[in-house]
C-alpha cells in the first residue's frame, strides 16, 4: 500500500492540471499558478500550449508528451523528478489523461514515489452531462469508439444492456456514423449532442437519435454525445402489442428484419432486445 499525504512531504510533484476547453476565462488562478511555479511543462502539442501560455504570459519550460513518445517522454520525467523538479502535465483542453495521454506517466511517477495532485478546471464531459436534461447519475463514460464500423458495433452491443446513462466523445467526420450505428444498436434512444462547449459557437441538441441524425451533416466541432441508459419496457406496451405492429409493418410489404428496426425505433428499444421480446413470447 501507498500513502501519500500530497502537501505534508517534500517529494517532487506531477500536477495534473485541467486547462480550459474553449473559453480561456475558465483557465483557474491555482492553474496559473501551478504552470508557473513548476520547472517543466509536459503537453501534448506544444504549439497550442504555447498559444495557451503567451495568453497568461507564462513563461515555464514545455516539453512534447504524446502517445507517440509517452514511454519516453515519461522516463525523462522520472529522471527531472528524481532531480527533485516539479512537473505540470496539461492536454490541449481539459482534463490530462481523460482520452488524452498521461496514463502511463502517472503510473511511472506514482512507482517512483512521487506525488500525483490534481488541479480541478474545465471537462467536456461533465459539462456536457449535467445540461444534458438525461439522467445524470449513474452514468458511464466511454469516450471514443475506434474507427473501424463492426469494431464500433461491437462495442455499442456491449453497452445495449446499460441503464446508466452513456457518455462518448466524437469528431466531427464520425457524428453522423455514429449516430446511426447507435440508433441501429440502441434503438431510436433520447440523446444530447453537446458541440464547442464554452466556445462562442456552443449548442445542445436534445432529441431523439432520429430526429439528431436529421441534422448531423449541419453540426461541426468537436462532440459529446449523451445517450440515455436502456429503457425498461413500459408496462403499456405488451408484447402482443409489438408483436402485433411487427406484423402489421410485414403486411404492409416490410421485410421481418425491417418491421422489427421500425417497431424498434418506436418503442426506443434496441433491434435485438425486440427480437428476444418477440421470439420468447
Do not use: W
Request: proline residues 3%.
Amino acid at each position: 500500500m501507498q500513502r501519500q499525504s500530497s502537501f505534508q512531504n517534500d517529494r517532487p510533484t506531477l500536477f495534473l492540471v485541467a486547462t480550459p476547453i474553449g473559453n480561456l476565462s475558465e483557465m483557474t488562478p491555482r492553474s496559473l499558478d501551478i504552470l508557473k511555479k513548476v520547472e517543466v511543462i509536459a503537453c501534448e502539442d506544444t504549439r497550442n500550449t504555447l498559444k495557451l501560455m503567451s495568453h497568461f504570459g507564462i513563461k515555464t519550460k514545455l516539453i512534447a508528451h504524446h502517445r507517440f513518445n509517452e514511454k519516453d517522454s515519461a522516463a525523462g520525467i522520472v529522471k527531472l523528478m528524481q532531480a527533485g523538479k516539479d512537473v505540470a502535465l496539461v492536454s490541449d483542453a481539459g482534463f490530462p489523461l481523460v482520452c488524452d495521454p498521461g496514463a502511463f506517466l502517472t503510473q511511472e511517477v506514482i512507482k517512483a514515489g512521487f506525488n500525483v495532485v490534481v488541479v480541478n478546471g474545465s471537462t467536456a464531459l461533465l459539462s456536457a452531462l449535467v445540461a444534458s436534461g438525461l439522467t445524470i447519475s449513474p452514468f458511464y463514460f466511454h469516450g471514443f469508439l475506434v474507427h473501424d464500423d463492426n469494431e464500433a458495433r461491437k462495442e455499442l452491443q456491449q453497452l445495449a444492456h446499460f441503464s446508466m446513462t452513456l457518455v462518448f466523445y466524437e469528431a466531427v467526420h464520425r457524428l453522423t456514423r455514429t449516430l446511426e450505428l447507435m440508433l441501429e444498436v440502441f434503438g431510436n434512444r433520447n440523446i444530447c449532442v453537446a458541440r464547442e462547449l464554452t466556445k462562442i459557437y456552443e449548442e445542445y441538441c436534445r432529441g431523439t437519435i432520429i430526429e439528431v441524425l436529421s441534422i448531423a451533416d449541419e453540426l461541426k466541432g468537436e462532440f459529446v454525445i449523451i445517450v440515455e441508459g436502456e429503457p425498461e419496457l413500459k408496462p403499456d406496451i405488451a408484447l402482443s402489442d409489438l408483436q402485433t405492429r411487427v406484423e402489421q409493418f410485414i403486411a404492409e410489404g416490410y421485410s421481418a428484419s425491417e418491421a422489427i428496426k421500425l417497431v424498434a425505433n418506436e418503442a426506443k428499444i434496441s433491434k435485438n432486445k425486440l427480437y428476444q421480446y418477440i421470439h420468447q413470447a
